[in-house]
């Protein structure tokens, strides 16, 4: 599985932004597909996580609940990442990743197999 990160640029704090991840290979449906972020200076952490086609559960690291939302459309093999009320501390290089992960490693970067390259999201104040 490839996958391909596209959709970052620059908002003001309040805006929104859409980033997408395109899969290519067999089988996207089956995988898990995790967000992850790098900030400079930072250790780049989970964001959020969607399940594989079958359940398609959620889950979000409490500092964008309410705010981000990830979904899948598997007859696009795409996941997107909708970016709303952003804020400065937002901003970071955004990863998409595939893989199995268990409920304790969702988050972690180990979970995955399979990384995007990653698109720069920018929110000034």
């Known amino acids: 599985v490839q996958l391909q990160a596209s959709g970052g640029g620059e908002v003001q704090a309040g805006g929104s932004l859409r980033v997408s991840c395109a899969a290519s290979?067999?089988?996207?449906?089956?995988?898990?597909v995790g967000w992850f972020r790098q900030a400079p200076g930072k250790q780049r952490e989970g964001v959020s996580c969607?399940?594989?086609?079958?359940?398609?559960?959620?889950s979000y690291i409490d500092s964008v609940k309410g705010r981000f939302t990830t979904s899948r459309d598997d007859a696009e093999n795409t996941v997107y990442l909708q970016m709303n009320n952003l804020k400065p501390e937002d901003t970071a290089v955004y990863y998409c990743?595939?893989?199995?992960?268990?409920?304790?490693?969702?988050?972690?970067?180990?979970?995955?197999?399979?990384w995007g390259q990653g698109t720069q999201v920018t929110v000034s104040s």
């Open positions: 290979g067999d089988r996207f449906a089956d995988y898990a």
């Open positions: 969607i399940g594989a086609a079958s359940n398609g559960n959620t």
């Open positions: 990743a595939g893989g199995r992960p268990i409920t304790s490693t969702i988050r972690t970067e180990g979970g995955y197999a399979y």
